[in-house]
């Protein structure tokens, strides 16, 4: 079983926290089904969702360099300099970013972020879509204010070969597995990784 959920902003990407956050356990009551992969909790958007600990490990694991593409509001407008920093690859604290897919669009249609973002008087906003294949700790916010434009709204469009589409905040939907990435999955799967079960994140355990 594979889920897609479009995970609304200040919602904790875990099935339990504390009373006063919301959780995935508000939004699904599907049983055995677990996040592969995590997004935090001031970001939106697609997160994926398996009760197969095979697939989990393919999806979330650093190693299967799985494309993960967002869509960043940022303050000010980036020059084509700051573009191909982002391109090329940026220093962080934690070493240097592998090379990224980086372009300037369009402000994208996406529902109204609740609360909004706060703007600051006179300067303008820009969005940006940004494609990793890392996983690192809140990433592309460091990676846009490493090129000196904050981030301020931050949404997850999609992971690999599956993306939000027309999901609302809060809605998600089951899919089924493309037969071309059932294959390329088996064929990646070796015996030891059969022992690989759904897992939960720390404090994940349901109610």
Sequence with gaps: MLLLFN????????????????????FIDIKEVYPAGRLDKDSEGL???????????QISHPSQ?????YWAQVEGAPENS???QLVDGIQLKDG??????????SEPELWPRNPPIRYRANIPTSWLELTIQEGRNRQIRRMTAAIGHPT???????IGPWSLDELAPGQWRETQIPDNWRTIFNSKCSASHSKYKPTRHRNSKRK
Aim: charged content about 25%; glycine content about 4%; overall charge positive.
């Design 7 to 26: 995970k609304p902003f200040d919602v904790l990407c875990q099935f339990s926290g504390s009373e006063n956050r919301q959780t995935l356990a508000d």
């Design 47 to 57: 997160v994926l969702l398996t009760d197969d600990g095979n697939l989990q490990h």
């Design 65 to 69: 360099k799985m494309p993960k593409t």
């Design 82 to 84: 700051a573009i191909k």
């Design 96 to 105: 240097k970013t592998a090379p990224a897919r980086a372009r300037i669009i």
């Design 152 to 158: 301020l709204r931050l949404v997850r469009s999609s």
